[in-house]
């Protein structure tokens, strides 16, 4: 039989104040839970005493005191293979595990098997700030047993001796610790200001080149003006020439009739005036004998003018009777200036005689029937280009508009950005989306991530095959020109009957669903002549569409198609230096093969097949603010401006006063949508853990997006629909989860919104119907918990205003070994972290409730005054959809649901 004597014992726990639990009772609370299993095991007489003891050395330990004594006593032998564990949280933690067992009054007398020492046992480090005095103990728990009871007192206080030991050394290396963090952080503060500076050294490079660039322009504008500098200089000569032997003559001349009658305003009193006058006479007898020179020009534009004035009230008449007849008319007079390509339309002369007997006899109903005959025998309006900003605003009207469906089926309209354009494409796709029927794609590709608004999608550059430029195409005048080669990848694009492409720098000001009347045939390329004013005296603008013209490539439209696309490729391949020579005025300008890359190319490889489209869907803006197109180019004509050169949203841009009203429209277009635009993530570049569905976007929202939702959350309509938890605030909108199923309501319009974009990026599988959303203030945290089975499992949460870190906890380590156990994420404010799957259903997470955190890798975040998170969740069980919640009683149950998700929260939290 057993012998069994009360052994007494005590332990010596050591905490130290530098390491006070900051987390409240927690540690303690564990120590507790687990002494009471071991009194549970020790069933006889030991029990009441050990239950004190710990229930005493709990209080002390919280009370931050260095050394803490348990009293154990222990008659049983049942009292063995217990172990005590404690386990604060983070740094501080203590871990100190003990057995109890064997304590036997002797081992001599315990014929029961040894007890083998609990593994935890051999583990306990001595950074743990454990000092565990039962000396022996670890080894063999039969000497435990041994240990005098008297000697108990003087192992105390050896014990105590050596803990004042054990604190100074372990003092002495934390003080090591915090010096080489220290060092550390500095290291990574000198690194980050040396990145920043590179960064800005970088900036400051790109924004000098960019404002050299219109300086260049200039230079070699002012290089081609020098030669007409010397023409002038030469005609002065001969000017002052005349002027020594006109003076005499003058006289005579002045009594020219026809002259006079052109020349009664003028003074020529004065000599310089007077040989002005002779001059100017000299000219006019010129052009008399020479056709059209300059001066008759001028006038017959002046007649012209009268003309279409004295033809507008005419047409206003004929409006309400001959609709059809008004049009052609219109297209006739609009496309004044020539004959577009191959000479149809308004170039022939038969049109041209028609119009004149128009104009000329007031014969205006003969004049419609002839030009609508014109128009139908040898007239393709597609192809007659209305005058800058005259573009019909009604469809159908004609009979060779196409159809709504017929048009709209398929259609892309379609740009390409890099990263530096990505507020440019944000904004242009923007201003395209509001105008554009919603059948009609718009799409922008890219290689960078960009934020754009609802509607718009992003793709992949990569799925745009490479075109490669030939070699001899030199260095482009813009570094960024040789990325629009990519443009031509375009045509490989199928999938769509027509695609519009547009420069990510232009921006929608008008009705731009007109474009879609002016589809492109099979092999043609749609798109705006471009101002050549500062190469050419014959620009396109001034002059009107003519024979040779060149286009901007900034909007294009056309028929993809891989065959073009292979010929374009075989041309490429084949290209000389005779293709550029069929460009007006590239050979003098440039020396190098293509100064505008593709547009250069389109010109050349498409000559012939140009349909040129109104400029009004293509307002170059310098060529806006140009007086020799001014009129044509008027602001409220204007369909799709185009930044070219300065963008608006570079500094380098704000200097040119010119077009200060033009880039003020671009940024109000900013204003309008920014707050709406979310990124397209790639998901993968997000990935918190390779084996984790675990997603963390930065700035997935911008901070105009922020700004607008912050104002929305907290903004009156939601004031009364806080409810305040024991250490959050918490709002939840949508469905109430309930075991009977939610009755959901709307979400409001934002954060409906929202909730849609997260489908359309792919963050969730189905539109969330359920947000909550918490307010924290500093100090506080969310309890480690499990989202549960009543949400499907996939989370969105977006963090807005103030960082926090979420610790993930794996609950079973053992059964899933290849999973991280735990790790934490720091959450930046406007950024969305995507939890699915493994993530969801075998994590617990937890924020602290804390004022400061310190993240592993000894980053110090410091909390915000505030932080608010949206939680988006779609409900698994839903008695009512929001839409079927019609009346008083639905609404009175989702209330009273509410109220008892409530108490269920607030006992949970
Ligand atoms: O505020 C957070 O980031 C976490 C919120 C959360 O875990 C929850 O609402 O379930
Ligand atoms: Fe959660």
Known sequence: MRRLRTCEFRVSIFCRPAETYRMGCKPCWNLFKRAECLMMSCAESGYHALLQSNVSCVGQLCGSSRTTTLRVRMDSPMATASCVKLQPCKKAAVIAAFHVSGIVSGASQWDGPDPKPHRQMAVVPQHHFLNLRLREVPRRFGTLARLPNQSFKEELRDSELLLAELQEKADSLEEKHTLLLRRVRRAERDRDVAVQRSAEVEVAVRQLREEAAPVIARFMESEACSEDLVRLKEEMAACKEELAEGLPKLAELEDDEEFDKEETSRNTSKPFERLEARMSKQRWQKEQTAGKPLAIHQRVRQRKEAEKAECAGALAQLEAQHTEEVWVVAMAVNGDGGGGEGGQGLGSGEAKRARRGYWRDGAVLRAVSLLTTLH???????????????????QGSSPEVRTPTETRRRT?????????????????????????????????????????????????LEDLPKVSPPQQAGEPLMPHFRFCWRKLGLWALEEYDVIFYLDSDMLAVGDVAGLLDFLPEEGQLGAVPSCECWRSESCTYTLGPREGLYVNAGLLCFRPSMLELGKMREALANWTFSERDAQPNAAHFFPEAMPFAEQDFLNSFFRGRIRPLPSAFNALQHAMKNPKHMAALE???????????????????????????????????????????????????????????????????NVEGEASLISEIYGEELKGRWTQLRRRRLMCLGGVPHPDGAICEDLPQAIFQLGSNLVRVGATEGPPNQCFINHYSPGEGIDAHCDGPQFHPEVAILTLEGPALLHFGLVEKKAYPHLPPRFEVLLEPRSLLVMRGEAYNLYVHRIDHAEAETTRDGLEVQRARRRTSLTFRRLAHVKLESKDVKGEAERLGRQAQWRWFATQLSEFD
């Open 376 to 394: 139908k025998q040898d007239l393709s309006p597609s192809f007659a280009a209305p005058e800058h900003g005259e573009i019909r605003e009604a």
């Open 635 to 701: 602001l409220e004509k204007c369909r799709i401006l185009h930044y070219v050169m300065g963008k608006p949203w570079e500094r380098a841009s704000r200097v040119d006063e010119d077009v200060a009203d033009l880039r003020a429209l671009w940024w109000q277009a900013w204003k309008d949508n920014a707050s709406k635009a979310c990124l397209h993530p790639r998901w993968e570049r997000h990935r918190v853990h390779a084996a984790l569905p675990l997603f963390l976007v930065k700035d997935f929202v």
């Open 412 to 460: 892309a309209f379609v740009s390409l950005a890099t990263e530096d354009y990505g507020r440019g494409a944000l904004v242009m796709s923007a201003s395209m989306r509001t105008r554009l029927p919603e059948d009609v794609d718009v799409v922008v590709f890219s290689d960078a991530e960009l934020a754009v608004v609802p509607g718009v999608s992003v793709r992949e």
